[in-house]
């Protein structure tokens, strides 16, 4: 006699999972954003408290604004390296400066590596 096996199925929301994970992931340590020049481009990271004495509105925005009141602006240079377990990840090379121009670009720019976070102090 053939009988049909029963079998109980547990559906459980992937997004539910997820979004209590994503709810209590901490905010990123630093943002980063490039920064385009007609020589070169490069890659800097900003914590938030930096972000947020910059004043309100969007980060790049804000950025700008910074540059053309002081003109200038300190920030962490980030580049691709190893990180002590040898994954790859964005890690600070020095504090650079970056002077005010007349044509320059200022994105965010959002890694698909682990971003490391400034050096303390």
Do not use: C, K
């Not at 979004?19 to 905010?27: I, L, N, T, V």
């Not at 943002?31 to 900003?46: A, C, K």
């Not at 938030?48 to 004495?53: G, I, N, S, T, V």
Request: proline share 10%; aromatic share 4%.
């Amino acid at each position: 006699m053939n009988r049909p096996s029963r079998r109980i199925i547990l559906a459980v929301p992937l997004l539910a999972l997820a979004g209590g994970a994503a709810a209590q992931a901490p905010a990123p340590a630093i943002r980063l954003f490039r920064v385009v020049s007609q020589r070169d481009d490069i890659i800097i990271g900003l914590t938030p408290a930096e972000l947020a004495a910059m004043g309100s509105g969007a980060e790049a925005e804000r950025i700008g604004r910074t540059l053309a009141s002081q003109g200038q602006l300190g920030a962490w240079r980030y580049i691709v390296g190893r990180a002590p377990d040898g994954s790859t990840r964005y890690a600070t090379t020095a504090r650079v400066s970056i002077l005010r121009q007349e044509t320059y670009r200022i994105e965010p720019y959002s890694p698909a590596l682990p971003v490391a976070p400034p050096p303390a102090g």
